[in-house]
C-alpha cells in the first residue's frame, strides 16, 4: 500500500534516525532534526531552524535539490484534514517570495495534526 500511496502523491513518515543517517551532513551545528516526511523519492524535512526540502530528479535520482526555507519567510500555511471519502489530507506553505503555495499530500499514516503543530512552533515562534 506504501508504493501505491507514493504513486498517488501521498506523503509517509520517515524516522529520525533514518533521516540522519542520509541527511545529517545537511544539518547545522544546533540544528536537530525534528521529522521527515517521504514522496516516493523526495523528502521534506522539518528542523528546528527551517524546512528542507529534497528533490531528487532524473532516471537514477543522482542528481539531487536540496531547498532550504527558513521558517521567518513562511508567511501562512493551511492543513486539510482527510475526510470520510477523502482519504488525503494536505499541507500548503506559502512563503513570501512565492506566488504559489508548496502542497503536499499525507495519507493516514501521517498525523496531519503533529505536522501542523511543528509548523506552528516555529513559524509563530
Not at 514522496?39 to 535520482?61: A, E, P, S
Not at 513562511?74 to 482527510?82: D, G, L, P, R
Not at 482519504?87 to 513570501?96: G, H, N, P, T, V
Request: net charge neutral; charged share 25%; with cysteine.
Amino acid at each position: 500500500m506504501g508504493f501505491f500511496s507514493g504513486l498517488l502523491g501521498n506523503a509517509s513518515a520517515v524516522s529520525v534516525d533514518e533521516l540522519e543517517k542520509e541527511y545529517g551532513k545537511l544539518i547545522c551545528e544546533n540544528e536537530k532534526i525534528e521529522i521527515g516526511f517521504k514522496l516516493i523519492r523526495d523528502m521534506f524535512i522539518f528542523t528546528n531552524k527551517r524546512l528542507i526540502l529534497v528533490d531528487k530528479q532524473g532516471l537514477t535520482g543522482k542528481k539531487v535539490d536540496y531547498h532550504s526555507i527558513t521558517y521567518k519567510s513562511i508567511t501562512h500555511f493551511s492543513v486539510e484534514t482527510a475526510g470520510h471519502f477523502d482519504l488525503d489530507a494536505e499541507l500548503k506553505i506559502w512563503i513570501s517570495s512565492a506566488k504559489e503555495p508548496i502542497q503536499k499530500q499525507f495519507n493516514k499514516t501521517v498525523d496531519i495534526y503533529e505536522v501542523q503543530k511543528i509548523l506552528a512552533m516555529y513559524v509563530l515562534g
